[in-house]
């Protein structure tokens, strides 16, 4: 699933590509993506000639702020990327009109497609078919009990040590799990909390409790350098996810501990180990990260 810093490093392509543009038109061959207006139809008619006023981030939210007080909401789920650039319908299925990064295979599961009065085009390509698209009215979406309930945003210059103590405070459960509700942090999912924890040396299982001031000090400041190398190289593409462009992110060269099960660890050598709890893998050092 594209995290935080997939999600910004498509917000970024997406703000040089696309930021004052009109949408025109909308097709899909898939209107269950759109979950509001439950409709397709309506949504298409709503969303014609509203022009884009900002592309922002929240969590692992895409928000389009529109004219007339509206804004689109996408969120990719497991597959879904945003991909800019031409194609032309060619026996029901999109072509990129030229050579180039979107003739990935990846980038080929088009169902839905969003046309511009310049005469550009941006395409969510979902595999699954997982994602989801919403419009909504500004204001509501601001106040919606999903966006209230998110909590802080590990990027930003308020996300300090003291906010990040008090994400935790009394919070119960193992580390790994902990960290990645979008409750108490906003945007980290399974890649960067495994690396994050290898960069801090604490075991995904470890009670989040039981963390000294040390070990809490350690492990924001590996969420926070984690995070912000990530965004810097475009995030990580060794499975679906891809940049805007359609090319890949470059932070497979980067990665410390997830998907790299049996392989040995950069800073002892010791193997690699992959652990299942809460439904979801945690890959770490056993000599480096210590229950």
Not at 106 to 121: A, I, P, Q, S, T
Not at 259 to 284: D, V
Request: aromatic letters at 10%; glycine letters at 8%.
């Amino acid at each position: 699933m594209p995290e935080l810093p997939e999600v910004q490093t498509t917000v970024d392509g997406l703000n040089k590509k696309v930021l004052k543009r009109t949408f025109v038109d909308v097709w899909s061959d898939w209107g269950k993506i759109v979950k509001k207006p439950i409709f397709f139809e309506e949504f298409r008619r709503e969303i014609k000639n509203k022009k884009i006023k900002r592309i922002w981030r929240r969590a692992k939210n895409i928000i389009f702020d529109l004219s007339e007080g509206y804004s689109l909401l996408i969120h990719q789920k497991m597959t879904g990327h945003l991909l800019v650039g031409s194609w032309n319908l060619e026996s029901g299925k999109w072509v990129p009109a030229g050579k180039g990064p979107l003739n990935d295979p990846y980038n080929r599961f088009l169902h839905v497609v969003f046309f511009f009065d310049d005469g550009k085009m941006m395409a969510l390509s979902d595999a699954r078919k997982f994602a989801k698209i919403e419009l909504w009215k500004t204001e509501e979406l601001l106040s919606s009990k999903e966006f209230k309930n998110l909590g802080p945003e590990p990027l930003e210059k308020s996300f300090t040590l003291d906010k990040f103590k008090q994400a935790l405070k009394d919070k119960r459960g193992k580390v790994k799990q902990v960290i990645m509700k979008p409750e108490v942090i906003a945007g980290i999912g399974n890649i960067y909390a495994s690396e994050a924890l290898w960069q801090a040396k604490i075991h995904p299982e470890k009670n989040i409790a039981k963390l000294s001031d040390k070990e809490l000090g350690l492990l924001y400041q590996a969420i926070k350098k984690v995070l912000t190398l990530a965004v810097k190289l475009g995030g990580e593409s060794f499975s679906d996810y891809r940049k805007p462009d359609g090319s890949k992110g470059d932070f497979d060269t980067e990665r410390e501990a997830y998907k790299r099960e049996g392989q040995k660890c950069h800073r002892c050598s010791t193997k690699i180990e992959r652990i299942k709890f809460g439904g979801r893998s945690a890959f770490f050092c056993p000599r480096c990260q210590k229950l």
